[in-house]
Each structure stands twice: as C-alpha cells, then as structure tokens.
C-alpha cells in the first residue's frame, strides 16, 4: 500500500504554502495552473502571495493552533522561504506532509549545522569556524587568514547578518554589532564566478537538476543571472550538478533546493549556501526552460513526475530594485520594457518601493547569454526616470 508520505497528491487538492512573499506569488500561479487550490499561511498584511492564493489565512507562525487550523484545510505544505520557525514546521508536519522535510529546513536554518553536515557528508564547503565571542578571534585567524567573513549563524539574507573584516579590530566590532554569539567565520574566497544549480527531488525518490546559473551580486543582492553558463565553464557545470544532486539525496530532499557555489581558478565548485525553495537565480526558467522552477516545486512537493529541465533559449535575468522608483515615487518607463521582442517583465505587486527592496524581475531571451545580458542591462537602465 502507497503511504501517506509517498503517494501523489493529485490536481484538485489544496496545497498550503509558509509564506506570503514572490516566491509563494509564483508558486501559486504555477500551482493554480496544474488545478491546485493554494491556501497561503503568512503574518504579513496584503502579501504578494495573498494577491493571487485560493485564500490567505494570515497569524503568527508562532500561533501552533493557527497552524494547525491551516494544516488541517490542507493536502501537502510547503514553504517560500526557509526561516520558518521549526515548531511550526513539526506542528503542521501532524496533520499531512511538509516539504522539503524538517531535516532540510534545521540543517538550512543555521549556518554552523549547514556548513558542518555538508562537510561531513563529504561535499567541499568554504572553510569556515564557530566564533562564541572575541577571544576567539586569535585561532580563527590562524586559521582562516584574513581577510574573513563573519555572519550570524541564522537569520540572514542579502548580505544582511554579514561583515567582511580585515583585522582583528574590526572583527571585535563586528562580533559587537551582529551577536550575541555564536557567530560563523567563512575563509574569504578569491573566486572567478558565482553560480548557482537548482536540484528537485520527489518523495519518491526521482532527482532531476537544472544546468548551471551564473551569478552577478551588487551590493550583496543579485542583480544579474546567465544562462547556460560560458562554454570554459562546461566542466564545471556537470561538476555542480553532481554536488547538487548528491546533497539533495544526502538530505533526503523533497521538494526543491538552490546550491549556491563559488568557483576556484581552478575550475572547482565549493558550496556557499543552501536554500531549499525556489531562488532568484531560477527566476529566468519561467521562459528559458521547458518546465520552470515554480512548477517543478509543485510536481516535487506533490510527488509527481518531475518536468523535462532543457534549455529552450539562452537568457539573463535582472533584478528591479526599489531604487528604480526614485525620490519622486513614479512608476519606471515600463513601455521601454513591454515594446521590446523576447523581454518578459514580472512584478510582484508590492505596494511601497523601497531602495534595495525586491519589486519585481526582467528575463530577455537571446542568441546567446551574453546578448541576452546586454539588453537586459540596457532596458532596465532606460526604466530609470531619474536617466
């Protein structure tokens, strides 16, 4: 007899999802379009998510009888960012299954267990050490050499929760501003790209993951991802893929996950972060791939078949940040966008615009990745109305 934990939850059913931001909002439309009902738990009024859910239950993740309540009206959960308070995950995990699995979210949330269980698996990791306060500043050092980074062990995103430091005064200063401890010290890497692979695993087992995203950061938000990655990145590219479908088979993934790499001169990949959920470097799947991030983790979460991965065209994405909006809080120039052959703009109904804040995406498809770049930095620099 199929159990509860593997059998297909099949179109017509309700999934719930943790979380009211973008994510969740093209969750639910990918959902939606399958014929799932989308029941939205979040704590945030007129979320993104809630805009375009079957239905939006909103209460504090806390509140372990709202979210029993919510479990209850559904057939599966999942969430749309990983910072989901564990109580709530083993609350509603009471009443039907939650993906991508507890034991993904408690190795996720902090960034000593994370680092930790991938290096005991085997997989290479940047170099890293735990810093309960100053007086561990010496041996850190010693050890990973400065410069170094140090991050809070959970909580953080977009470079929030991070400091690059030089030297020991500075380390002491930012132990002051980002403990109390502990903390986590990542060696400083000296990398030639950044990349990213998303990797689905289904309940059942089947793993498939998408080529390898290559990654532009500014101002520790990514701004620009390519794909497919450059031709001398051929090698390691399968090299990542490799790493990402072995840790999402080590974890016991169900639903999706994001590994986040950086690459050597030598071509090697070593592991940054996890996210086990979509990730804004999948964004451009929506157009470049037969099957997009945002169905792929309704298929994983659901226990279906999971969706074909091929490149349909080279593409790049970019990022449209509040800044776009300027001081005077006018729309940007979006004729410039929508006039344009091959560019597909998706916004996520945020209602303030704020500097850094994430308003919504540009994909353009192109001959090659590197085209498609170009015009996709040319358009959103026209949006600008203070060009």
Known sequence: MTSLMTKMVMPGSSIGVFGGGQLGRMFAQAAQRLGYRVIVFTDEADSPASQVANETIRGDYLNLHAVSEFAQRTDVITLEFENID????????EFVPVRPGYRVLEVAQNRCKEKTTLRDFGFPVTPFSVVNDA??????????????VLKTTSGGYDGKGQRKVENAEQAREAIGLLGPGPLIAEKWITYVAEVSVLVARSASGQVMAYPMFTNVHRNHILDVTTFPPAREMEVTQRRAMEVAKGVAQSLQLEGLLCVEMFVDRDGEVMINE???RTHNSGHLTMEACSVSQFEQQVRAVCNLPLGEVKQIRPAAMVNLL????GSDGLDPRWAEALEQPDVHLHLYGKREARVGRKMGHLTVLGETQEHAAKRALEIRDRLDRSK
């Open 86 to 93: 564990l109580q709530a995950v083993q609350r509603a995990a």
């Open 135 to 148: 007086d561990d500043i010496p041996g850190v050092s010693e050890l990973l050499g400065w410069p170094m």
């Open 322 to 325: 509040g800044d776009l909006w």
């Open 274 to 276: 996890l996210a086990p």
